[in-house]
């Protein structure tokens, strides 16, 4: 007996435009973006054409949430995964979900709250050492600058001191064809892959490099056992306990694996979260004036310090919103596993899931004025976890969130501390959308702040400014009955821990 209670996959729209053979590659490689935003009207899902194979976009909070909840059955895969596995092979943020159990708890350690205070200091001195390079005056190349400060910070988190100058160099500009070409490989047939054109060659030898770089380190740790107190040492010691096929410790290609993936999401992400935030007050002076003022009150002359996140609510405010516009991993696939039932549609084993947060935390349904920034539509409540998923959510959410997080708030904290940022030029910046959003060739000019002269008016403005009179987001009406977390503990008012699943 059929059940005909359930659709199946076919029922479900088809985004308009699809072409012979290409489907939707070439709108999603013109201006993805607008594509993704045109699919919004779609409540629910909407069908989406790879070339020939066809994927389906959740449009949905809460179908989202099943999807991320349920990583048994839609588990990571897909073409952006696939992509990904390239160079970071089965790291904790790709492996399968066979692999996975076991990694994280083998890489949950390195996290552990307790050893967050010691990365807050290694942040907060790269802050400062960055933000004290500058000069007043200069235009940056504030993404450039962002690589810098996030790899200098990742580097000795990880590995207990920087790399020398030329390697350091060189794993940027490695790191930057790296990432760049993920999307449009992504979007490539897979014939068209192999072809060694110069970009490909580029790419190749990029990723080589940096796994050679990489493979140097753990093979230098390997021959010193002594604990260096960072990331990697913690690595090489973790045990699992619960192993069941005696493989209690992390092989050396584990190793590898996880080192890359920490390497890439520590840096990357978190240089082009600060680089967004850094645009977005420039543009928004009037909350670029009260993060001023915070920063005055709180740091009182000094330097900043993982000791003032508790009192940096402003700066903490203005992470999450960040996140929520520039959400760095703006699209995610997920691979079926086996046949399944999601929102009333039949789905087969093999399937291809599309999950873009891009598209729902702008949502004018979700968030009132979607495209305006406004860090204080995040005063007194949590996000709605459904509705905001920048590190996504359930089992496989993203391990480094607090770390990153910390670091973009201490950062952010001393670059305003010491100075005013303003644009260069008129002209909107648009995202380069690749696989994150990237902020690449955004340029800000740098002015020094003037210490004297703050009084009690600006003090007063560092205060939320009232919402009375705006609609509330869901985020805040689902929460106003809770209590609110802590300002600054951890970086955004987001309740990091996931019910029922793994921390």
């Given at each position: 007996?059929?059940d ?11 985004a ?168 449009r ?163 087969k ?15 004018p ?28 959510a359930?089992a496989?959410?993203?391990?480094g ?14 670059i ?37 002269g ?37 970086g955004?008012?987001v ?9």
């Amino acid at each position: 007996m059929t059940d005909t209670s359930t659709a199946t996959a076919a029922s479900v729209p088809l985004a308009p435009r699809a072409l012979p053979l290409l489907g939707h590659a070439l709108p999603l490689l013109r201006d993805p973006l607008a594509f993704i935003m045109s699919l919004s009207g779609y409540r629910e899902m909407v069908r989406v054409r790879l070339g020939p194979s066809t994927a389906m976009l959740i449009c949905d909070p809460d179908l989202t949430r099943q999807v991320f909840l349920n990583d048994r059955v839609f588990d990571k895969g897909g073409p952006i995964y696939d992509r990904i596995r390239e160079v970071i092979g089965d790291g904790l943020s790709t492996c399968p979900y066979p692999l996975h159990r076991r990694q994280r708890r083998l890489c949950q350690p390195s996290f552990h709250p307790t050893r967050l205070a010691g990365y807050g200091a290694v942040f907060a001195r790269a802050a400062e050492v960055k933000a004290a390079s500058w000069r007043d005056g200069d235009i940056l190349d504030i993404t450039q600058e962002m690589m810098t400060l996030t790899t200098r910070a990742t580097m000795e988190t990880m590995f207990s001191g920087s790399l020398p100058a030329e390697t350091m160099r060189r794993a940027l500009a490695d790191t930057s064809t790296i990432v760049t070409a993920f999307f449009r490989r992504m979007m490539t047939p897979a014939l068209l892959r192999r072809v060694p054109t110069p970009r490909k060659r580029r790419y190749d030898q990029a990723r080589n490099r940096l796994s050679a770089t990489i493979a140097e380190i753990i093979a230098e740790r390997r021959a010193d056992p002594t604990d260096h107190a960072d990331l990697l040492s913690t690595l090489v010691g973790a045990v699992d306990e619960e192993s069941r096929d005696g493989q209690k410790q992390l092989s050396d290609t584990e190793l590898a694996d996880e080192a890359l993936t920490f390497f890439l999401g520590g840096m990357e992400t978190t240089a082009i979260t600060l680089a967004w935030a850094t645009h977005l007050l420039a543009t928004n002076p009037d909350v670029q004036h009260r993060l001023r003022a915070e920063t005055h009150r709180v740091l009182a002359g000094g330097k900043v310090d993982p000791a003032h996140l508790p009192s940096l609510d402003l700066a903490a405010r203005v992470v999450t919103e960040t996140l929520r516009l520039y959400p760095p991993a703006w699209m995610m696939t997920r691979a079926v596993r086996q046949d399944t039932e999601l929102g009333g549609v039949r789905l087969k084993g093999g399937s291809t899931i599309v999950l873009s947060p891009y598209l729902l935390h702008r949502r004018p349904d979700l968030y009132p004025e979607p495209d305006r920034f406004d860090p204080d539509r995040w005063a007194g409540g949590q996000p709605d976890r459904a509705a905001y998923i920048p590190f996504g959510a359930g089992a496989r959410k993203c391990i480094g969130d607090q770390f990153a997080l910390t670091e973009a708030i201490l950062a952010l904290t001393a670059i305003v501390a010491r100075w005013e940022l303003t644009p260069v030029g008129d002209q909107p910046f648009r995202p380069k959308v690749e696989t994150s959003l990237s902020s690449r060739g955004l340029r800000l000019r740098i002015s020094e702040r003037r210490t004297s002269g703050t009084g009690d008016a600006e003090l007063h403005a560092a205060t939320p400014r009232s919402t009375s009179a705006q609609p509330s987001t869901p985020a805040q009406s689902a929460t106003s009955a809770q209590p609110s977390t802590p300002p600054g503990t951890g970086g955004c008012p987001v309740k990091h821990e996931e019910s029922g699943v793994m921390p």
